[in-house]
């Protein structure tokens, strides 16, 4: 087990750079999602931490070791990849036990750490079959199990859920955080669902075009998103946007005029409120003409649009409520659940 | 789509019957010729169904010199000669085509695409084209009235090395790193992954191969002057014109027959792994 450190790291393909400059640290033990779009750059990152992908500059390190020109295989760490990648010749057993085999581990401990791996992934009665003779979540297990057999410093998982069905993906979403837990191994683990990073990870890190927005625990990005980026990535329904003035009394004053209290700086700022941080209150500043109801049963996605203005709005309402569409509500927010946002920057104030 | 009409069912069955005797009549033909004496092969109308000297033509054409009258070598060394040249250009073959594709997909070095177009324009210049230029080379590394000479120029062709790049890259990245991951060099890989996975195609490039080799006709006739290096497929056209005599049908049709068995055991006998290996693309 050890850390992981990453100084400074940048990717580019010929004259495109898609990786500028990512630092952080990963503690030993630690489970953090990196989390983004789609071709942020998270996937990159990773196989750069795997040693599948050349590191353009920067460093990495496992514990106090500085892995940048160790092979994968020296590196000592295991990967889970989307597809799993099993060997499709090999059974169960053999897909487990092959690395082991080239280290020149001994017959007698590669059979009891790959009994002992399927005996915690409850895939003993698999481990004669070949791959294409088990299910998506059965070949997870198993590529899992490819990864413990080894014992890693750290463990990478690329989007190991995506190829799995709605349900399962839940379910092997909590069996992976226990076993993290269990065998107490730092991991990172890349996913673009920000759902399953939320639930999974110690800490996020959000990346945004080659760049980290924020890296930080799930409730801290919750709480205070660092960006623009951050605060509508995170949550959901996402985050509602509006423009606003900062007076110089203090007042804030929205797109249809009306003014509410809070403002951390004047001239032109973006606020973010999200839809379930609207308390309905009839005197409420903030008010909003219904559009579209969504009953999810434990609460109501409210769908509108900011009186007197085209902006979407959306709030989320605790229990059931039955609105006519072309209704007008009022809602409150409390300051302290009102994130201001420079418009041009896009960074918290 | 599946349909129930009964004069349809007869329709294809025609078809499919006049296909087969289409097919199967010249083979019938050169069987019943096969089993008669010399002297009834000569004379009208000719049979159409099998004698009794099949097993007596069979013995004096697989052991003996074949035709009166002339020094041929028994059929059985011609036959062992074609299968030693058939065999060479198919291992030959898989074995530097799967080398050289695997270099090309899995390495990157100076000139890869330089080696790569090298490669396909081989495709353009088959035997028959290069056939002078060849010739000299063979004959000049003293390779005349060999095995080395009989395969060695067939050997090299870029079909098959295209067919498992094409293999190669329909095996996703995420195998090779995972064997990285795992510690496995690069010939590693290739033994314990890369291998096994193109395993059915293998064999259906050995069947095509096999075929192709044990047929060869203009190569084996232009560099075997030796008579113990004819392969069965040329004496076949010598046998006609030999000795200057009438032909000796019973003899030459059970030299066909002979000749034809060995690719139809390969087809029997791969059958299964050669679809196989033509259809299945999951990897």
Same mark, same amino acid.
């Given at each position: ?15 495109? #750079? ?34 599948? #992908? ?8 496992i514990?106090?070791?500085k892995?940048?020109?160790?092979? &994968? ?26 690395g ?15 009994? !002992? ?21 059965q ?20 989007? &190991? ?9 839940v ?5 992976i ?16 669902d ?23 625990? &799930? ?46 700086? #004047? ?8 839809? #379930?941080?609207?308390? !309905? ?17 434990a609460?109501t ?7 007197g ?9 605790p ?23 420079d ?7 | 789509?599946?349909? @129930?009409?009964?004069? =349809?069912?007869?329709?294809? @069955?025609?078809?499919?019957?006049? +296909? ?15 089993? @008669? ?17 099949? $097993? @007596? ?56 695409? +330089? ?49 498992? %790049? ?9 195998? =090779?790193e995972s ?11 290739f ?7 193109? %395993? ?13 080799? $044990? ?69």
């Open positions: 087990m050890a850390s992981l450190t990453l100084k400074d790291l940048y990717k580019s393909y010929g004259n495109t #750079e898609v990786l500028h400059g990512i630092s952080g640290e990963i503690q030993d033990g630690e489970f953090v999602v990196i989390v983004g779009p789609s071709g942020c750059g998270k996937s990159t990152l990773l196989r750069m931490i795997a040693g599948l #992908e050349i590191i353009s500059a920067g460093e990495v390190y514990g106090d070791r892995v940048n020109d160790l092979e &994968p295989a020296d590196r000592d760490i295991a990967m889970v990849f989307q597809n799993y990648a099993l060997y499709p010749h090999m059974s169960v057993r053999q897909n487990m036990a092959y082991l085999k080239i280290r020149g581990i001994s017959k007698k401990e590669i059979n009891r750490r790959v009994e !002992e791996a399927a005996d915690i992934l409850e895939i003993r009665e698999y481990l004669d079959r070949k791959p294409r003779q088990l299910s998506g979540g070949r997870q297990r198993v590529a899992m199990g490819r990864a413990i057999v080894r014992e890693p410093e750290v463990f990478l998982f690329d989007e &190991p859920l995506s190829n799995l069905d709605a349900k399962l993906r379910q092997m979403r909590l069996e955080r226990k076993l993290q837990q269990r065998l107490g191994v730092t991991a990172v683990y890349v996913t673009h920000q759902v399953e990073a939320m639930t999974l990870g110690d800490r996020l890190m959000v990346l945004n075009a080659g760049y980290v927005e924020q890296f930080g625990t &799930p409730l801290e990005l919750y709480e205070r998103p660092a960006s623009l980026f951050v605060a509508g990535f995170i949550g959901s329904p996402a985050m509602n946007f509006l423009e606003a003035k900062g007076q110089p009394d203090g007042m804030l004053q929205l797109e249809n005029g009306v003014v509410i209290s809070g403002a951390k700086s #004047e001239g032109p700022v973006t606020l973010g409120m999200r839809p #379930e941080h609207l308390i !309905e209150d009839t005197e409420g500043p903030i008010r909003i003409e219904v559009s579209v109801l969504e009953q999810l049963g609460n996605l409210i769908h509108g649009t900011l009186e203005t085209e902006r979407e709005m959306v709030a989320s309402l229990g059931i409520h039955q609105l006519e569409p072309g209704r007008v509500l009022g809602f409150l927010i409390r300051p302290d659940e009102l994130h201001q946002f418009s041009k920057t896009g960074k918290r104030l | 789509m599946v349909e @129930h009409r009964p004069i =349809l069912t007869v329709l294809t @069955h025609l078809v499919m019957l006049t +296909g087969i005797l289409l097919i199967a009549f010249p083979i019938w033909i050169t069987f019943v010729a096969a089993s @008669h004496d010399a002297i009834r092969m000569t004379q009208v109308p000719l049979p159409l169904w099998p004698g009794d000297q099949f $097993w @007596h033509n069979m013995k004096i054409t697989l052991l003996g010199s074949g035709l009166r009258g002339t020094e041929t070598t028994p059929v059985w060394w011609m036959m062992f000669n074609s299968l030693v040249m058939a065999l060479s250009i198919a291992f030959g073959k898989i074995a530097i085509s799967i080398i050289s594709a695997f270099a090309i997909v899995y390495f990157r070095f100076p000139f890869r695409m +330089g080696f790569f177009w090298l490669i396909f324009i081989t495709l353009m210049l088959p035997v028959e084209v290069r056939i002078l230029p060849t010739f000299e080379v063979v004959a000049n590394l003293g390779l005349l009235n060999s095995y080395a000479g009989l395969s060695l120029p067939l050997i090299a062709s870029a079909t098959a090395t295209f067919m498992f %790049r094409q293999v190669f890259l329909t095996i996703p990245d995420e195998m =090779l064997a990285r991951i795992d510690g496995a060099g690069p010939m590693r890989f033994w314990d992954i890369l291998l096994p996975l193109s %395993r059915t195609n293998i064999a259906a490039l050995f069947v095509i191969l096999f075929i192709y080799g $044990w047929n060869q006709y203009l190569w084996p006739l232009l560099i075997t002057t030796d008579a113990d290096m004819t392969t069965v497929v040329v004496s076949l056209k010598q046998m006609l014109t030999a000795a200057e005599a009438t032909p000796e049908w019973n003899i030459i049709m059970m030299t066909a027959l002979l000749a034809m068995l060995p690719p139809i055991l390969v087809v029997v006998f791969m059958q299964k792994l050669f679809v196989k290996g033509l259809t299945e693309t999951d990897k």
